[in-house]
């Protein structure tokens, strides 16, 4: 099993920053592919972006290209999203996920977080 945790979520402004977190418990989470994927209200969950477990290869969303980046600690067990430029069409409830597979699917991942609000004013 494995438990995600997410933080580093608030309210910014159009154009800031902000890096989201998810701490990862239990056994071979070192082992899974990590990914974030958001939920704005009236919408379906969407994929943001994925790392895989060794930390050697990205995927992003065309929506967040070159504004966000995905990285992970492999000695905290903790998996980032750094958010730049940030608009207000980002605003929405960001989740961690883990799996085996790496992907853009949400059903490929297996293990979820319970969700941190970004909402980003205009």
């Known amino acids: 099993q494995v438990q995600l945790v997410e933080s580093g979520g608030g309210l910014v402004q159009a154009g800031d920053s902000l890096t989201l977190s998810c701490a990862a418990s239990?056994?071979?989470?070192?082992?899974?592919?990590s990914a974030w994927f958001r939920q704005a209200p009236g919408n379906e969950r969407e994929f943001v972006a994925a790392?895989?477990?060794?930390?050697?290869?990205?995927y992003y969303a065309d929506s967040v290209k070159g504004r966000f980046t995905i990285s992970k600690s492999v000695a905290k067990d903790t998996v980032y999203l750094q958010m730049n430029s940030l608009k207000p069409e980002d605003t929405a409830v960001y989740f961690c996920?883990?799996?085996?597979?790496?992907?853009?699917?949400?059903?490929?991942?297996?293990?979820w977080g319970q969700g941190t609000q970004v909402t980003v004013s205009s």
């Open positions: 790392i895989k477990w060794s930390g050697t290869r990205t």
């Open positions: 996920a883990a799996g085996w597979a790496l992907s853009s699917r949400s059903f490929d991942y297996g293990y």
């Open positions: 239990g056994r071979a989470f070192s082992s899974y592919n």
